[in-house]
């Protein structure tokens, strides 16, 4: 069983930045895919970003390439996800996710483990 919790969400203007935090307790084994999802109040929970917890490889949702960062610290067991750049639009629970495989990893229905979300709202 692993456990995730978010940190980092807040406030923030059209441009700037923040850094979201995931901390995950329990084993997380080198084939695991840790990802973050957001969902914005009357849409469905969306894919951001993915990494293999093995540092293989990372993906990001067309709408944040080249603005987020997805990373990881393998010996605290942290997930982060740093945005820049940041549009009204950006405005979202944040949720970190974990599952066993890289299989359909772009799926939220897909993921084993779920934080309790933090909220990220950008102003105008």
């Known amino acids: 069983q692993v456990q995730l919790v978010e940190s980092g969400g807040g406030l923030v203007q059209a441009g700037g930045s923040l850094r979201l935090s995931c901390a995950a307790s329990g084993r997380i084994f080198s084939s695991y895919i840790m990802g973050w999802f957001r969902q914005a109040p009357g849409k469905e929970r969306e894919f951001v970003a993915a990494?293999?917890?093995?540092?293989?490889?990372?993906d990001y949702a067309d709408s944040v390439k080249g603005r987020f960062t997805i990373s990881r610290d393998n010996t605290k067991s942290m997930v982060y996800l740093q945005m820049n750049s940041l549009k009204p639009e950006d405005t979202a629970v944040y949720y970190c996710a974990g599952k066993r495989s890289s299989i359909d990893y772009y799926q939220a229905h897909a993921y084993d483990y779920w934080g309790q979300g933090t909220q990220v709202t950008v102003s105008s």
């Open positions: 990494l293999h917890w093995s540092g293989g490889w990372t």
